[in-house]
């Protein structure tokens, strides 16, 4: 059985109507749209993380490597 948290997120006034706009012109409801928003930025920001870490781990390979010795 799958579990859904529920969050609160506090938008100004001019966000709140830009998402019930975007909302109401692409014909979904205000929260899925804003749980695509999050899994949005989640993708984008793994995405960003796991390629600093890729570099971080080649500019440095010689110490890791020393270091897992």
Sequence with gaps: MQSKDE???RLTEPEQQAVRD???????AVEDLL???VRHYLHAEGE????????????????????GE
């Design 35 to 37: 749980a695509e928003a």
């Design 48 to 67: 960003l993380v796991r390629a600093v870490a890729a570099r971080y781990a080649a500019d440095h390979a010689d110490l890791l490597r020393r270091l």
């Design 22 to 28: 975007l909302a109401d012109a692409r014909g979904a």
């Design 7 to 9: 969050f609160a997120v």
